[in-house]
């Protein structure tokens, strides 16, 4: 028997690393550093949320998100999720009070570096400064000022290029 495509043998070992005992039901299985369900089906890598919408409901059109009512990124009870937009998924978190940055300038994107992104940023803003005054003024190699900041060349030169932390001002 297979639903929305899915075989069942492969349904049940999803439910079976599933823990349905709460309110959310909770992934148990193997989680990314977001705290998101992933589950392999032969080569291919799911988002267990997006998955357990999948064999609750119907398959996802394409370039919407499954969202989380409870938002509790390993949580998979299909109940509390919901099929949405990328605005309505930001329009749930600015609703939720989960959403504390303002919207990237018309037509551009976010640039890692932007303070949307400081919760997974390697460097301060400081560091950022100091790169910047030691590779202009001082002179410093972009490859020993990777070895001292512990970051790769190509974002050294990003930094110093401006190219990436474009809020921080010398």
């Not at 890598?45 to 509790?72: F, K, M, T």
């Not at 640039?111 to 202009?136: C, F, M, N």
Request: charged share 25%; glycine share 8%.
């Amino acid at each position: 028997m297979r639903t929305n495509g899915i075989a069942q043998r492969d349904i049940d070992r999803f439910w079976s690393k599933v823990d349905t005992s709460g309110e959310c039901w909770v992934w148990i299985g193997h989680r990314n550093k977001r705290g998101y369900g992933a589950f392999h089906i032969k080569d291919r890598l799911y988002q267990a949320h997006r998955l357990s919408w999948e064999i609750a409901n119907s398959p996802i059109p394409e370039g919407l998100y499954v969202c989380h009512h409870c938002d509790n990124p390993s949580c998979v009870r299909p109940d509390h999720l919901f099929v949405g937009t990328p605005t309505d998924n930001i329009r749930d978190a600015i609703q939720k009070g989960r959403w504390h940055h303002s919207p990237p300038p018309k037509g551009r994107r976010f640039q890692k570096g932007h303070p949307v992104y400081y919760r997974s940023a390697k460097l301060t803003a400081d560091q950022v400064r100091e790169i910047r005054r030691l590779h202009d003024q001082g002179g410093v190699s972009k490859r020993k000022l990777a070895v001292l900041f512990g970051i790769s060349r190509s974002n050294i030169q990003k930094i110093v290029w401006r190219r990436t932390w474009l809020h921080i001002e010398d």
